[in-house]
C-alpha cells in the first residue's frame, strides 16, 4: 500500500470516524505541536526519569482524535553522526528504543520533512520512518505526503 495513501487513511480515519476521544456532540478535537525532540537533554531527561515528555498532556491528548507533531531528528545511535555534520551544526540521533513513546503520548502523526530528518543520512531517514509506522504514527514526508 502507498504510504500517501495510509496516510491520507489516518487522516480521513480521525475527521470521519473519531474514536471515544470525541466530544458527547460529535465534535473531535485536533491537536498540532511544535517541535518533538527525543536527543540531547530530552534523552537525559527520559533515561533518569524513565518516563516522557508528555506524562502531564496525557488527559489532554486523549481528548484528541488526531495529534500531530514536527519529529526534529532521526531515529538511530548518537555516533552515526556524520563527524562533518556535528563539527557545523547539530545531529539529533534519537534511540529507536524512544520512538514507541509518541505512540504512548498518542501522537496520530508526526512530520519528518525538516532540517534534521536526514542527519543520519537516508538510511536513517528511512529507519526513522519505519521505526514510527511500526509503533503506529503515521511519519509524514514530502514524497508520500497527499497532494490534489
Not at 503506529?136 to 497527499?146: I, K, Q, R, T, Y
Request: aromatic share 10%.
Amino acid at each position: 500500500m502507498p504510504a500517501c495513501f495510509s496516510i491520507l487513511t489516518v487522516l480521513i480515519s480521525a475527521l470521519l470516524f473519531p474514536a471515544s476521544a470525541a466530544e458527547p456532540d460529535g465534535r473531535g478535537r485536533l491537536i498540532f505541536t511544535g517541535d518533538i525532540l527525543l536527543s540531547r537533554q530530552v534523552e537525559r531527561e527520559m533515561l533518569k526519569t524513565k518516563g516522557f515528555p508528555w506524562k502531564h498532556l496525557v488527559p489532554l491528548f486523549i481528548k484528541a482524535v488526531f495529534i500531530m507533531g514536527n519529529f526534529e531528528g532521526a531515529a538511530g545511535k548518537a555516533e552515526d553522526c556524520p563527524a562533518a555534520l556535528s563539527e557545523k551544526q547539530l545531529c539529533f540521533a534519537v534511540r529507536e528504543e524512544f520512538m514507541p513513546v509518541l505512540a504512548k503520548a498518542g501522537f496520530t502523526a508526526v512530520g519528518i520533512e525538516n532540517n534534521h530528518a536526514n542527519d543520519l543520512g537516508p538510511e536513517g531517514k528511512k529507519r526513522t520512518q519505519e521505526s514510527l509506522n511500526k509503533t503506529g504514527v503515521a511519519a509524514l514526508n514530502f514524497e508520500d505526503s497527499p497532494y490534489f
